[in-house]
């Protein structure tokens, strides 16, 4: 068998393969778009307990944040604010999702993404036996400005034994977060 | 000699046990099973695979050219296993997070190409399927026994469950990638220890029958 035939024949399976994993993408697609969306949606109510109605909002620097309201009108100042905080863990990027009061104190923190260390760095997202919610998240409801930190950077935020570097990743994502909300004015400046 | 049905589906699970004898597939096996949940689902996503393949290398074995039949076998893995890795986002979101990179790792799981090249290729669509089935359980039971020794003694737990009591002080090494290899070590070595002993049983029974 010459070459051309035999690639003919791997060309015809690498066709079908492509037609059954596109029919197979198109039947999944909304259903897999939902769930992440429904997964936003939980943890942004979970963050943010008091806002009835969350908005997606942009900065003019592009960047995206949530606005939480307390009824349906959004012309009225929010009652809280939600964003997307980013750090370099020790083997994932780790996704926070962070409700803010207006006044920077953090409301509620929710973990989107980690592929960290099983055993150490993913307790970071471990609920104890008989309880309702990670230890580790709990931490940091009511942190604010220079105490969203790691005890080990004079914070007061509890590192989880074996895994500093999620932890601070954690941590400090979120600090630099809080901080660029309040440098754009969004937050209200702190009160001396 | 031809083996009976029931014979090519215990196989999987005892004497051609993917992972304890032929030592197949240790990449995700020891990486996944820190916890029996992550084990059981690996196992049960490989076992999808494994059948699917199986199957369709088994109907395609008469047309496809010797010379390229290894390409052709990855293209149908590699399809099986976006189809598997897109219905498991789509319907078992949680379970699709804890396996994360994994599930597209089972492409090059040699558990599934080595049955597809040394079973489907040469065999039957019903044989290949109870082949398929047989490995793949045998898969999941081994995932589960590893993973399970590994959550309780690495984190005293099981099913994300507590078993073990406050005092008990979980033994971090076994969670981590070389705890893996330790409980395989010790479970293959138990495993030959025993065929040793079976064998030296026969062995005196033959001679006190002389």
């Known amino acids: 068998m010459n070459i051309t035939k035999l690639g003919f024949i791997l060309g015809i399976f690498c066709v079908s393969a492509a037609f059954a994993l596109s029919a197979v993408y198109e039947s999944t697609k909304g259903k897999i778009a939902y769930e992440k969306e429904k997964v936003m949606q939980e943890a942004l109510r979970s963050v943010l307990p008091e806002a009835k109605n969350i908005v997606l909002?942009?900065?003019?620097?592009?960047?995206?944040?949530?606005?939480?309201?307390?009824?349906?009108?959004?012309?009225?100042?929010?009652?809280?604010?939600?964003?997307?905080?980013?750090?370099k863990g020790y083997s994932s990027t780790i996704q926070t999702l962070v409700g803010l009061a207006p006044d920077?104190?953090?409301?509620?923190?929710?973990?989107m993404y980690q592929q960290e260390t099983p055993g150490l760095g993913t307790k970071a997202v471990e609920i104890k036996y008989g309880?309702?919610?990670?230890?580790?998240?709990?931490?940091?409801?009511?942190?604010?400005?220079?105490?969203?930190?790691?005890?080990?950077?004079?914070?007061k935020i509890q590192c989880i034994t074996g895994s500093t570097i999620t932890s601070r990743a954690i941590a400090s994502s979120i600090k630099q977060e809080v901080e660029w909300m309040r440098s754009k004015a969004i937050l209200k400046p702190v009160q001396e | 000699m031809q083996r009976t049905i029931v014979q090519e589906f215990t196989k999987g699970i005892g004497s051609e046990n993917p992972i304890f004898r032929l030592v197949l597939g240790l990449c995700p096996?020891?990486?996944?099973?820190?916890?029996?949940?992550?084990?059981?689902?690996?196992?049960?996503?490989?076992?999808?695979?494994?059948?699917?393949?199986?199957t369709i290398v088994s109907l395609i074995k008469g047309i496809v050219p010797p010379k390229i039949r290894i390409?052709?076998?990855?293209?149908?893995?590699?399809?099986?296993?976006?189809?598997?890795?897109?219905?498991?986002?789509?319907?078992?979101?949680?379970?699709?997070?804890?396996?994360g990179i994994f599930v597209p790792l089972i492409v090059v799981n040699c558990i599934i190409l080595g049955r597809a090249e040394a079973f489907a290729g040469k065999n039957g669509v019903f044989r290949s399927v109870v082949d398929g089935l047989g490995m793949g359980t045998g898969f999941t039971i081994s995932l589960c026994v590893l993973a399970g020794i590994r959550e309780i003694l690495g984190d005293g737990k099981l099913w994300g469950y507590p078993v073990m009591g406050q005092s008990f002080e979980p033994v971090l090494l076994l969670i981590l990638p070389a705890g893996g290899f330790?409980?395989?070590?010790?479970?293959?070595?138990?495993?030959?220890?025993?065929?040793?002993?079976?064998?030296?049983?026969?062995?005196t029974q033959a001679i006190a029958e002389k």
């Open chain 1, 104 to 111: 920077g104190v953090i409301k509620g923190m929710n973990i």
């Open chain 2, 182 to 203: 330790f409980v395989m070590g010790l479970l293959m070595a138990a495993l030959k220890m025993k065929d040793m002993r079976t064998a030296a049983m026969k062995r």
């Open chain 2, 71 to 99: 390409p052709i076998y990855i293209v149908v893995i590699a399809t099986f296993v976006s189809i598997t890795e897109m219905v498991m986002a789509a319907y078992a979101p949680d379970l699709h997070k804890a396996l």
């Open chain 1, 131 to 155: 309880e309702k919610d990670p230890w580790f998240q709990r931490q940091f409801i009511g942190s604010f400005g220079d105490t969203v930190a790691v005890d080990k950077d004079g914070g």
């Open chain 2, 29 to 54: 096996a020891l990486a996944v099973t820190t916890s029996l949940e992550n084990g059981l689902g690996m196992g049960l996503a490989a076992t999808f695979v494994l059948l699917c393949s199986n």
């Open chain 1, 57 to 87: 909002t942009t900065s003019p620097d592009g960047k995206e944040y949530y606005c939480g309201f307390a009824g349906d009108d959004t012309d009225v100042p929010p009652v809280g604010y939600a964003i997307v905080a980013a750090g």
